[in-house]
């Protein structure tokens, strides 16, 4: 149980265009959705909580008009980078929690965008 | 700041020896951690987490608030618990997650 999936798991696009991410909790409803960054050999880095329903809240330094959260229903998040560029390239992960046990976080399998 | 410092970015023993994975944290106030776990080609997982007070696949980890400690403790590895490990701090309480940059941990046989 408690499955999250992430689609697409890989994306390339050119620069100037929007790349739209899906995080999907399989077997239980996520009343809350993370998402992170991890550059190559680096930690993972929160960008955005999001509750269903409701507007993500933003960490410190992340732009919301470049990175659009929309956590429409309990079961999918989506994660918008806007006008992307090179230095947007990276692993972006979800993660999920909610259902039986609301402090764990559940990973999906993380999304490779490479922006050309 | 809150912080979380995994000193060692790789960490090499042979099969059957102890491993200790260090973690430190800062944090003022009465902090929540993880150990997460991330085997080659899958998805980061929980091992454990301090309130559980649990072993996990042989892994134990003990709060220390005076040393601002959470280091992950096995006797004894195996070649399976070759993996990235990191420690995360549940910066206060609503489950937003502070993670250390993680250790490689490789058994060798």
């Known amino acids: 149980g408690a499955v999250v999936s992430q689609h697409p798991s890989w994306v390339i696009c050119k620069s100037g265009t929007s790349v739209k991410i899906e995080c999907r909790s399989l077997?239980?409803?996520?009343?809350?959705m993370f998402w992170y960054r991890q550059f190559p050999k680096q930690s993972l880095m929160l960008m955005a909580t999001?509750?269903?329903?409701?507007?993500?809240?933003?960490e410190q330094g992340v732009e919301k008009d470049k990175f659009l959260i929309n956590h429409a229903s309990l079961t999918l998040s989506t994660l918008t980078v806007t006008s992307a560029h090179p230095e947007d390239s990276s692993f972006y992960i979800c993660?999920?929690?909610?259902?039986?046990?609301?402090?764990?976080?559940?990973f999906g399998p993380g999304t490779r965008l490479t922006v050309l | 700041a809150q912080r979380v410092t995994q000193p060692e970015k790789l960490l090499s023993v042979f099969k059957g020896a102890p491993v200790e994975l260090k973690c430190n944290y800062s944090?003022?106030?009465?902090?929540?951690l993880f150990w997460y776990v991330q085997y080659s080609r899958q998805r980061l997982q929980l091992l454990l987490r301090?309130?559980s007070r649990e072993s996990i696949k042989g892994f134990t980890a003990d709060l220390n608030k005076g040393e601002t400690s959470f280091h992950l403790k096995k006797p004894f590895a195996q070649e399976e618990d070759s993996a990235m490990y990191y420690c995360a701090l549940d910066s206060g309480g609503y489950n937003k997650l502070i993670f250390g940059a993680g250790t490689r941990l490789a058994v060798h046989p």
């Open positions: 944090y003022s106030g009465s902090p929540e």
């Open positions: 077997d239980f409803q996520a009343t809350t």
């Open positions: 999001s509750n269903e329903g409701s507007k993500a809240t933003y």
């Open positions: 993660s999920a929690s909610g259902g039986i046990s609301t402090d764990t976080q559940y």
């Open positions: 301090h309130i």
